[in-house]
């Protein structure tokens, strides 16, 4: 049988992680419909109706689906799965929410934050903040998987012309109000997808010396991240904090300064796919994993690092 | 008002894993144990909740072998009321947890069931939202600032665009971010107060529910290592390397 995905969006664009989500599903099974639940969301189905890999999108608009509440959601995907095997969605916020409600209600045991399909019923998944994948099998007749949208390719755009079904809403239990959305007004990228990670620990000393890793990352069109000495040591809030009890990046680049590499960080960068560490104390153990270590101290290689940015001509965005 | 605050007892997060060389999981045995860090919050917020005297009794559950029981012991220490241990011997999976809740649930009628958000073990984040649906009730996870009304609860959750602001009707389930308090350490007096405390104990198997768990862990296997990088000798050198052989900037 067939793959259910749910797409994430605005109800005005598609969410980019969702086309993540959708090369995965492809792998569990190629037949891959798509449930759209919005409010107004018309251009989203048409959107997904042009990806090649989706065979068939679902639409249900309705206002009781306007904010995507996990109470009001669940209940649909709940009723839409009857006619397929896998559910799937990406394991954000958005997928984290609601799909365990739906499992629950499937009587299913979910498979969370997959990184590999390794077969129509069995994954990879990063256990210990990624200290250890585990390979496991799913029994259950249905099966619910979010995925980590890093790991998979996004899908191709265009070329594609799925057919669009319209879908009838089901009942809400009117127990939960959505209030207010505030989305992060920082003019530089989120840290959990940024292109480029600049983070600092408690070899910055202080929160005010956080203003020489504010320098390179604006430079860079960076997040700041920080390692989470940094944060107990109130240098910069926690919402900040890299590691496995904080957010688990996995940027392009991740610039580590004055961060030693304590187990619990390492867990939340190490899938960086470039890594730079710059500590003074050349026993440090960021430099275990870095790709490129500079022994120096922060203070003086900092400004240096601006200042060479400064003379390149051109900086990826 | 009352509160269920559930606790996992997990390995420490300061400790390094070890994955087994037969691939069967990761060595437990001598490696130190800790409440699941967001487990820390939701029992630290359920206390200021009671402190604050808009709840009246906070009890603290938790399931697992009988070490587990000092996870509810700590969470007595650090205010909760008393405790319920629900002994399991092996691994359950998150549906089956929240299926032994939903029976606790309905016995302790709570208003509110508090838990961490995630476990950094198993790192499923699934339990809060599989135990409101089972329920009915609303959800509000991820939370990082809450504000208790008379029938209603409203709350900051944490995503990954920002900040959202719900209103959830009473009873209701909450998941805790780590944003959400700073925990407190238990004081000696408080400690030696909580082994005065009543702690309940249930097994598992014998409260009538079908805890098989339905997926099958294969194999468990280090991640791959990563090679070993380069020292640069400057800052020119470094940035000339990230520009022309990583090709990053």
Not at chain 1, 92 to 106: H, Q, S, Y
Not at chain 2, 182 to 195: D, V
Request: proline content about 4%.
């Amino acid at each position: 049988m067939s793959v259910l995905l749910i797409a994430e969006h605005d109800n005005a664009k598609l969410k980019p992680f969702t086309l993540n989500a959708i090369t995965a599903a492809s792998k569990m099974n190629t037949d891959v419909h798509v449930l759209i639940a919005g409010n107004n969301c018309a251009n989203v189905a048409k959107e997904i109706s042009s990806i090649p890999l989706v065979k068939k999108v679902l639409v249900c608009d309705s206002p009781n689906y306007q904010n995507y509440l996990p109470e009001n959601l669940a209940p649909l995907v709940t009723k839409v799965s009857e006619k397929y095997d896998h559910i799937v969605v990406s394991a954000n916020t958005f997928g984290k929410n609601f799909m365990p409600r739906v499992a629950a209600a499937l009587d299913v045991s979910q498979v969370s934050d997959i990184i590999k399909v390794i077969s129509s019923d069995t994954f990879m998944r990063p256990i210990y903040a990624g200290n250890a994948f585990a390979t496991v099998k799913s029994n259950d007749k249905k099966k619910c998987i979010t995925i980590r949208p890093t790991s998979f390719e996004s899908a191709e755009k265009s070329g594609g012309s799925a057919e669009i079904e319209k879908v009838e809403a089901v009942n809400v239990p009117n127990t939960s109000r959505f209030i207010k959305r505030e989305e992060t007004k920082s003019e530089r990228p989120e840290l959990g997808t940024a292109r480029i990670v600049v983070s600092g620990g408690r070899g910055l000393e202080s929160g005010d010396n956080f203003k020489l890793i504010n320098d390179i990352a604006d430079k860079l069109n960076a997040a700041v991240g920080a390692s989470r000495a940094a944060v107990d040591a109130g240098y910069i809030s926690n919402d900040h904090q890299v590691g496995q009890t904080g957010k688990v990046v996995v940027p392009d680049l991740y610039i580590a300064v004055g961060i030693s590499g304590a187990i619990q960080h390492l867990a939340g960068m190490k899938e960086s796919k470039i890594i730079v560490a710059i500590n003074k104390d050349s026993e440090a153990p960021i430099f275990s994993v870095a790709d490129y270590g500079l022994e120096a101290d922060l203070f003086t290689a900092l400004p240096e690092f601006l200042a060479e940015l400064n003379k390149l001509n051109t900086i990826q965005k | 008002m009352k509160i269920l605050v559930a606790a996992k007892r997990v390995i420490d997060y300061n400790v390094q894993i070890r994955v087994k060389d037969d691939g069967s999981g990761v060595h437990t045995d001598n490696v130190k144990m800790s409440t699941n860090p967001p487990d820390d919050n939701a029992i630290e917020e359920s206390v200021k909740l009671k402190e604050s005297g808009k709840v009246k009794e906070v009890v603290a559950i938790t399931i697992g072998e009988d070490k587990a029981q000092e996870t509810v012991r700590k969470a007595l220490a650090i205010g909760a009321d008393r405790g319920i241990h629900v002994k399991a011997d092996s691994y359950i999976e998150p549906l089956g947890i929240a299926k032994i809740l939903k029976k606790v649930v309905e016995k302790e009628k709570p208003d509110m069931v508090f838990l961490g958000k995630q476990a950094i073990d198993d790192d499923c984040n699934q339990t809060g939202q599989m135990l409101a649906a089972m329920l009915n009730w609303p959800q509000a996870t991820f939370s990082s600032k809450l504000n208790l009304k008379d029938k209603s609860l409203e709350i900051v959750r944490e995503i990954d665009e920002g900040l959202e602001t719900l209103e959830v009707n009473l009873p209701a389930i909450v998941t805790c971010d780590l944003r959400l308090n700073e925990p407190r350490f238990a004081s000696l007096p408080n400690i030696m107060k909580a082994k005065k405390k009543p702690m309940e104990q249930l097994i598992a198997k014998d409260m009538g529910i079908d805890l098989t768990n339905r997926i099958e862990q294969l194999k468990v296997e280090e991640p791959p290592k990563r090679k070993a990088g380069i020292k640069v000798a400057n800052v020119a050198e470094l940035v000339s390397k990230l520009k022309n052989e990583a090709k990053v900037i």
